[in-house]
């Protein structure tokens, strides 16, 4: 009886919360053990209404918007997991030879010595490896790498507004983290798969291969590049823009009308350089994996809200394409109205990457 009253009432402990601050909203996202795997205990995305660099600086504000997030849901504890500041991290893709009896670190520090000016001191450094599927080929590694006096102050700000910190991550890791769980109940599905998180100026895209990453590279792209476009040819402002494509996006003309085949052939040009890079990433994946390719092409974030969007992409692509649903992935008990709000933020979708750190 108890364990079932814990199951109604959500009893279960949570997980560490996985927090990621975007540009407009605050994502915080706790897991709990379900019956068959991680399931979610409580997410929440605000609108912070702030500068970004007022809201990682402030500890006042930032503590007022969580108090404001965690009221929403059933959040347990104040422990996270979240990442630094863009503007604080450089992300590099390293190459560094594979040296008999010689630990992954010391080679990665040797190469980063001798590229970075001004060498290593007083920066944090980490690395994930990349997959490798040929062993007489030099090793890869996504390194990260901070000003540790920038780190520290960082981390102050989080503790002055009441958190604890169990770990810092990077993005492209919580990213992958979480789409190498697609499919996992099912493990006769798809374990190659390819996700591009849309932004506003750049995009990136991560390749996971058997679970393990194999690349992540950030590309030209993004939703300020389609309001441009607009502006130009349908002399619009950004605001009515930015509007018409969430409102009317990219649906058959059937559904929504001329509007719709109009936007489609005004900005199907601007899709182009789009479509070159994930082709190029294709090309670059074959070759590490003996002609092999991706079986799946997930998105998030910014152009994944526009309507029709998918069809559109599948368009483009050879591969198949779908937004990115973590809500498939974990059971919820959020309203269908609740998912269709969440499903394609980008920022919710590395706040869960990053709640799953840790999570068996």
């Known amino acids: 009886m108890r364990e079932f009253l814990k199951r109604i009432f959500g009893g279960r402990k949570g997980y560490d919360i996985g927090m990621y601050v975007g540009r ?41 918007l969580l108090k404001q997030a965690f009221r929403r849901q059933g959040f347990s504890g104040k422990r996270v997991v979240t990442c630094l500041p863009n503007e604080l991290v450089k992300i590099l893709l390293l190459t560094y030879p594979a040296l008999p009896g010689v630990p992954d670190a010391d080679s990665v520090v040797r190469e980063l010595r001798g590229r970075v000016p001004g060498g290593l001191e007083g920066m944090v450094v980490d690395y994930l490896p990349v997959r490798q599927d040929n062993p007489s080929r030099p090793k890869e590694a996504i390194v990260a790498m901070a000003d540790r006096e920038k780190v520290i102050a960082y981390l102050e700000v989080l503790s002055s507004a009441g958190l604890t910190v169990a770990a810092l991550d990077i993005v492209p890791a ?48 993004g939703d300020e590049r389609l309001l441009a476009r607009l502006k130009e040819t349908l002399g619009m402002p950004e605001t009515a823009a930015s509007r018409l494509l969430l409102e009317t996006g990219f649906v058959p003309v059937a559904q929504r009308g001329r509007e719709s085949r ?63 649903d973590l809500f498939s992935l974990l059971p919820h008990r959020l309203a269908d109205t609740r998912v269709s709000e969440l499903r394609p933020l980008s920022g919710v979708a590395a706040a869960t990457g990053l709640a799953l750190r840790g999570v068996p």
Not at 35 to 64: C, E, M
Not at 200 to 221: A, Q
């Open 24 to 64: 407009e909203h605050l994502n915080v996202v706790q897991l709990r053990p379900g019956d068959t795997g991680p399931a979610v205990r409580a997410i929440s995305s605000i609108t912070h209404g702030a500068d970004l660099q007022q809201v990682r600086n402030d500890p006042r504000l930032l503590k007022k």
């Open 174 to 221: 919580a990213l992958a983290r979480l789409i190498s769980r697609m499919g996992s109940q099912d493990p006769a599905a798809s374990q190659n798969l390819m996700l591009i998180n849309f932004g506003s100026r750049n995009s990136y895209l991560t390749v996971v291969w058997d679970r393990g990453l194999m690349l992540d590279r950030p590309i030209e792209f």
């Open 262 to 324: 109009d936007l489609k052939q005004v900005l199907r040009s601007e899709f182009a350089p789009l479509a070159a890079e994930v082709n190029k990433t294709l090309v670059y994946t074959a070759s590490r994996t003996h002609g092999r390719t991706v079986d799946r092409i997930y998105v998030t974030g910014t152009v994944a809200c526009y309507p029709g969007i998918e069809q559109l992409l599948r368009e483009l692509f050879s591969v198949p394409v779908e937004i990115l």
